[in-house]
DNA sequence: CCGTGCTGTGTTATATAATTACGTGAGCTC
DNA sequence: GAGCTCACGTAATTATATAACACAGCACGG
């Protein structure tokens, strides 16, 4: 799977393996992708971009779910503690995980120009963070690594 | 200069020191380090922890300073954006630098018992943000790197 | 000396993000 | 069918951050 947000690729076709795969998972694990939860990751998957909380909410809103705060929390907490999105810090927001297996040690390029983000993996405990670690003796449980930068597309149209 | 948080060491000291050097660098690029701004730097200095900005706040008006969240978020954007401060992304709050210069890509160590932090220093494209940049044609202009886990005190408190 | 522009501050109001609290109902176990 | 758990509906609240506007101090050039 996974394209990464800043080649073109079959959006699709995209969408619709996680989706596929986030239902194996949920089956495999009796997880619950409830209808709320399942249309939450169909937004998020719709386009490499992070949405906030509010956004996302907005969005079922206008489909119809009169729905408050909390909907859109739940739905992100489920799938975020289940590896299907990840929250972006840098930016209070949420993106779709295109990595499939959950647990996974995240890095993020985020364009501020367009705004798209794509996802890479990182080991929990390499580079910078994890030598700082081992010198001070700090057991390492989470990491947040974004990166803020241009994107190839938008560095092209910068140039012109 | 700077310790790192976890271990002891002479704080008065560090406080003092990094006072001395912040006043010195805003002398040479003619910065203004005014009361509201200085003060709001030595409660960051205090510890070696992570304030958010109504901590500080409620910090300031204890100390009879009647203010409103502007004047804590104008001080840290001061502090901020001339590196005597960082924003740790991961808990929307706010550290005091602990190496000096200006325009570092620093990492964060976060113990989620304790709260203190400890700063340490990256290249802006090292790792696995700069494999993934380089990769993906992503120029990057600044990072967030934060690890979130247990410091040597708390790790030694657990086992006990 | 006076106007002008710049920077920083005081203050009010507002925007954005996230959580608490409490009740309801569906599905499951025994 | 009583008791349990999990997810959801809803209202209210808290937490974080910014917008907008008025004004004071000061440097600069006339
Ligand atoms: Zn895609
Ligand atoms: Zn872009
Ligand atoms: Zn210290
Ligand atoms: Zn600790």
Redesign the interface.
Known sequence: MAR?A?ETHDHRHCIAESLVEAERTCAEQGLRLTPARRRVLEILLEEHRALGAYDILDRLRTEGWRAQPPVAYRALDFLTSHGFAHRV??LNAFVACTHGKDGHAP?F?I??ACNRV?E????LT????G???K??????????????????AC?ATEAA
């Open positions: 990464t800043f810090e840098g890095v390029l364009c501020r794509t890479a993996e990182a080991e390499s580079g910078a963070l030598r700082a670690a010198a001070a003796g700090f057991r390492i449980e989470q990491t947040v690594r974004e990166a803020i930068g241009l994107c190839p560095l």
